[in-house]
Every structure is written in structure tokens, then in C-alpha cells.
């Protein structure tokens, strides 16, 4: 296994849509388990495959507690079943901002397992907003893409300063 680096906003790249994974092999399970160490070692409870810079339909996820029940979602998608909730975002791609977000509070999520079995589940509450925020990232759009432009456009520059700074003092 191994960490990979994960891409920071404004990072074109994390605007690529991510394409379908055809077909679940080894190469894709080691995505899935290099994905699950990066994502425990952030920390963070979901890492979708467009963040690392792979352009696949790739998802992680754990939202539990002891973080032992690692979810991993292969060509996920969702229905709005019901409900809209609020809650503070925040992201691995963009360090150290939360903003609050509308999200559907009730979904049926759609994918296939690291073994390549097709599963249904309803979701809700915090899992629900991670599986949207992490399909978000496979279609190319951030968390902060739902926040007013204003906003957005203050943490934009704040990266790109910090990263200035950064590339800076390693010089």
C-alpha cells in the first residue's frame, strides 16, 4: 500500500470528470486500498480517485467512529429519496475551510464493491452528504462550488497564497 498526494483546489485537474470503471481487477483494488490509506492518514472520512488524480469513478468512505468500516464505492450513483439537511463541509482538497452546504437528506446509493458485486443501500444523515460530496468530486466539482462565488473566490486566492509561501520556503 501507499499514500498518494492529494490534489488541492485550485488544481485543474480536480475538475476532470472521472470516467466508468470497466472492469474491477487487482489494479483497481490497489487503487481502492492505496485510497483508504490516504484518506486514514489525512484524516478524513471519504477520498474520491479524482482528488489523487486518477480519473476513475473510484470512492472511499468511512464515517464511523473507530473508522473500521471502510466503504468503497466502484461507478457509484444516487437518488433523492426525500429531505434536504444542512451541515459544515469541509474537504482534503481544500485544507482547512468548512462551509455549510444543502445536501438531500435521504438518498439510495447505486455502486459496486471492491470485488465487483452491484449493491443498493439507502444512506442518510452524514453518510448521505459524504456520498454526494464524493460523487460531486468524480464529476469534477468541489464543495465550495456550492457556496456563493465570493466566498469561494476568498479561499481560492487563500490557497494559491499559501501555496506560494510554501513552494517558497522549500526553495
Known sequence: MALLDILEFPDPRLRTKAKAVKNVNDGIRTLVDDMLETMYEAPGIGLAATQVNVHQR?????????????????????????????????????????????????????????????????????????????????????????????????IKAKLVKAHKAELKSRR
Open 58 to 154: 473510484v470512492v472511499v468512505i468511512d464515517v464511523s467512529e473507530e473508522k473500521n468500516q471502510p466503504l468503497v464505492l466502484i461507478n457509484p450513483t444516487y437518488e433523492v429519496i426525500e429531505g434536504e439537511q444542512e451541515y459544515d463541509e469541509g474537504c482534503l482538497s481544500v485544507p482547512g475551510y468548512y462551509e455549510t452546504v444543502s445536501r438531500s437528506e435521504k438518498i439510495l446509493l447505486k455502486a459496486t464493491d471492491r470485488d465487483g458485486n452491484t449493491f443498493e443501500m439507502q444512506c442518510d444523515e452524514l453518510l448521505a452528504i459524504c456520498v454526494q460530496h464524493e460523487i460531486d468530486h468524480l464529476n469534477g466539482i468541489l464543495f465550495v462550488d456550492h457556496i456563493s462565488k465570493l466566498k469561494r473566490e476568498r
